[in-house]
């Protein structure tokens, strides 16, 4: 599925990302792709939501200095 992020931004949404090293089952996170490097295989999921509930989601996952 193509994104239309200018179409998104016009309705208060945006995409998020979320990599998992296994595959995630029942959740609301769709797969996108696999990630594949010497040292790893990730799955790639993403979701649309708000962009309160994105920057809610930064601020949950942000990775301490």
């Known amino acids: 599925m193509i994104m239309n992020f ?3 931004k016009k309705h208060g ?3 998020i990302y979320k990599e ?3 595959e995630l089952d029942n959740t609301d996170w769709d797969f996108w792709s696999k ?3 010497p040292d790893e ?6 979701k ?3 962009f309160e509930e994105a920057e809610q989601y930064e601020l949950e996952n942000e ?3």
Request: charged share 30%; proline share 4%.
């Open 63 to 65: 990775i301490p200095n």
């Open 6 to 8: 200018d179409e998104l």
């Open 48 to 50: 649309i939501v708000t």
């Open 20 to 22: 998992a090293k296994s």
């Open 35 to 37: 990630r594949i490097t």
């Open 41 to 46: 295989e990730v799955f790639v999921y993403r």
């Open 13 to 15: 949404k945006t995409v």
